[in-house]
């Protein structure tokens, strides 16, 4: 038998199935930031097998907020480097206990943002899976996903204080490399930040934010310039840069709005 368990409150439910299932096989954890300590209290409390049955970028009630909570997303570059580090260094360390994971989510789904959690985006390859390829075969894809640094807008150092104003010109880029020097294709937008219903969970109740149109002008290089919003409010800065050999790397950054 198999129960699956989230990591709220873990140490406590984790004790209470070790001492009331006795009869239980193995247990399932889904956890995110928090794997490692996560994986410590389970073995620790949990004599028998344990999976990693949902696992994968940070989550995004476990990142840094702007000062007006919106969380900041890492890059896809910045997700295959932790998804890389907890498979290591935690699901593959662990050769007595952990019998092996489910790294989430293959497809591509809205929560938080229309990027956060998919390994695919807007169909193609993130870098999330040359590391999973590499871990699970031994062996690098024969073309691999670009590398993204990070997305900045020009005179703000600080990711979680980018505060506009409204109907004014600004200039952004970003740093984006290729393994295999392919040429990249650059495309731009910016989205109001996706109101999350009451009652949502996992992005269940929540609507895909559409890209406002006749922000950018020329949106197809690593440097852009933008008109901010015209209406006040909390929005976001999106750029993907696709290789042309169906992978793609992507960041964002969020950014306010001020009210008059």
């Known amino acids: ?19 009331a299932c006795k009869d239980m096989d193995l247990l399932g954890v889904n956890a995110y930031g928090d794997l490692g300590p996560v994986t410590e209290l389970t073995r620790k409390h949990w004599p028998k097998p344990y999976v990693i049955a949902e696992w994968g970028p940070t989550g995004h009630w476990q990142v840094p907020k702007t ?16 998804i890389a580090e907890r498979y290591e260094r935690i699901i593959l360390a662990d050769r007595t206990h952990c019998l092996g994971s489910f790294v989430f989510y293959w497809s591509e789904k809205q929560e938080t943002t229309h990027t956060w959690y998919g390994l695919f985006c807007n ?25 993204i640094g990070g997305t900045t807008i020009n005179g703000f150092s600080d990711p979680r204080s980018v505060t506009l104003q409204a109907g004014k010109t600004y200039g952004a880029e970003v740093q984006v ?84």
């Open 177 to 260: 490399t290729d393994p295999e020097s392919d040429p990249l294709v650059f495309a731009w937008d910016i989205r109001p930040e996706v109101e999350i219903p009451a009652g949502s969970y996992a992005g269940s109740l929540e609507k895909k934010a559409q890209p406002i149109a006749g922000l950018i002008r020329d949106p197809a290089g690593h440097q852009i310039e933008f008109t901010a919003p015209p209406v006040g409010g909390p929005y976001r800065l999106f750029v993907t840069a696709v290789d042309g050999q169906g992978n793609i790397a992507y960041g964002n950054i969020p950014f306010l709005v001020a009210k008059e």
């Open 1 to 19: 038998m198999l129960t699956v368990v989230g990591t709220g409150h873990y140490e406590r439910k984790v004790q209470e199935i070790a001492a």
């Open 67 to 82: 000062k007006w909570r919106a969380p900041l997303e890492q890059t896809s570059s910045e997700k295959a480097q932790v």
């Open 123 to 147: 169909g193609l390859r993130t870098e999330s899976i040359d590391v999973m390829q590499h871990f699970w075969s031994g062996a690098w894809p024969a073309n691999r996903a670009p590398a």
